[in-house]
Structures are given as C-alpha cells and as structure tokens.
C-alpha cells in the first residue's frame, strides 16, 4: 500500500461509519487493499434476519461486499429472489440492477433479469453511471451463467458511455466517474480510462479523502477502489 492509500484508509477509519452503503463499500475497499481493518463484522451486525433494513439496494450492497471476502449466504440470495417482480424487481432499473450484480456474486445467474435490461434498454437509462451499472450488472450475470449472451450489448453501451465524457476527461461526478471507470475495466476498456483515472487522482482533498466538505465516505471508498482496479 502506498503513501497516500494508507492516509486514505486512516481518514474512512476516523469517521463514523453506520450506513449500510457506506459499510459495503469500505468492505470491498478494505478487502481489495488487504486491509486488517475491514469492518465486515460491523456490516454483519446491521443484519436482520435473511436481509438488510429490509432494504433491496441495501441487501445487494452488502451481498456484493461479502461474497468478496468469501461470505455467502444462501437464505439472503433467496430473499432477493423473494422480492422480484416478474423478470425484475420492482420494475426498476437501479433495484434490478444491483440484485442482479449480487445474485451474480453469489453465483446465480437470472436470464430473465439480465434480458429485462437489454429489452429495456433506451433513452430514460441513458446516463453514464446507469449504464455502467448495467454493465456491472450483466457482466457479473454472464461471469455467474458462463455465457456470453450480452456481449455485443455491453460493448456497445461501453463505447456510449466513453463517447459522454466531457471536457474533463471524466463523467460528471466524482461518484459517476468511478462507477464507469470501474465498468469499462470489468468491459476490457481500460485502455481509455487513463485520463478519468488522472482526474479521480487530482482531485483528492488535502486530507487524502474524496469527495465535497472534506470528504465523503461512499466517494472516498469508490475512488480506493477504482485505484485498486486501474493499478492492479
């Protein structure tokens, strides 16, 4: 771990970290850097009985930072399944695609889910980190199916998001251009992520964080991982 990677780790480790968001990114951003902090009890005791908060997003979140590390639960795959609606869930491209990207962590892959995406796909989801999450999505699905059914989908959607960079070299926001950064890696694009990662770089606060009044937890955990991914 270098320098300033550490200082970053000991700014998320004086913070007051409660939110289940935040406690799934610093997990995945702790294991990733092979940090012996890592907070996974912490997220494991904000558990309630097959879920968290019984909250989707919150749930996949946590699902996602633990099959990292290892840590399945079989009785929470199925409550995520529990919640679907139809081939999705709740018929809601945010809520579909990060139970799709957990359920594919676990290793369950959902063809009806997956299908939904690319059906869907138009001009409402035409945003960079949607689309970047779909492409997480998907691609965790197909790694989880051993298929290659989405492949020509996720390409193409890669090369509209690196088409909507804008003056800056990035997307947006700090939040945004990490969750692109780290999709166009997953979709092989790392090549053309050199400029957004140089613009994640520079704007670190003085005080080795990321994000607006002195840093924000879920940013800093993003940018830490993105670094990880774009060095490794």
Known sequence: MDLKSEASFKWLYSQKIAKVKDLARIVQASHLWNEKKHYIEELLNLR????WNC???????????LALTDMVFPEVGEWLLSKRTGSSWNDDVYDTTYALAALGDMGHYDANGCQWLVDNYGPKWEHPGTTALIINALIRQSEAGNVNSYASFIDERAKWIISQREMNGAWKTLATSNLVIQALILAGYKEVTEGPFNWILSKMNKNCSWGKDNGDINTTSLSLITIHEYTE
């Open 55 to 65: 909250d989707l997003r919150d749930t996949s979140r946590a699902v996602s930072a």
């Open 48 to 51: 309630t009985g097959d879920s």
